[in-house]
């Protein structure tokens, strides 16, 4: 399967007006950090932060700030708009791996605890299962893995090791 990297910089309303474009009504999710703050959700975030990614089935943008309303924002997507092709680098993308988050719960509770970490973890996942991951894919060329996009985020039961 082929993606493509696109790598843009652009103001706060350039980064909203790309991941509209990109994600278009489909399903997504999202995880945005401040340095005192993280959010982990679904859809979009509320708000513009330092530093995020949407994600989804067929794409993630990524933005970082790099002034006073100045962004980094890359685009992984195996589906890119047209509109953003030109320029944009062509990967490898191969099947993926999961990505098991912090913490486990109780069949059908929320949230997910870990003893480590001194508060609930809520992860926007749908089913019941005691763990929580991220699936995600790797670009690659020549082999060699350059970036996992992250896909989606679900839930499975897993027996503690």
Not at 7 to 35: A, C, M, P, W
């Amino acid at each position: 399967m082929k993606g493509w990297c696109k790598s843009l910089e652009g103001n706060h309303d350039k980064v909203i007006e790309i991941t509209n474009k990109v994600f278009d009504g489909k399903e997504s999710y999202f995880i945005t950090q401040r340095v005192e703050k993280v959010e982990f959700g679904k859809g979009f975030p509320a708000g513009m932060w330092a530093w995020g990614r949407i994600f989804g089935q067929e794409s993630e943008v990524r933005w970082e700030k790099t002034g006073e309303n100045k962004f980094r924002i890359l685009i992984l997507s195996e589906s890119l708009p047209d509109e953003f092709k030109e320029g944009a680098v062509e990967y490898e993308v191969s099947n993926g791996m999961k990505l098991y988050l912090w913490g486990n719960r109780k069949p059908n509770t929320r949230p997910f605890i870990e003893v480590r970490i001194p508060k609930p973890l809520d992860y926007p996942v749908k089913g019941t299962g005691n763990t929580a991951f991220i699936r995600t894919l790797p670009y690659r060329q020549k082999g060699v893995t350059v970036f996992f996009r992250f896909k989606e985020v679900g839930d499975e039961v897993r027996e503690k090791a």
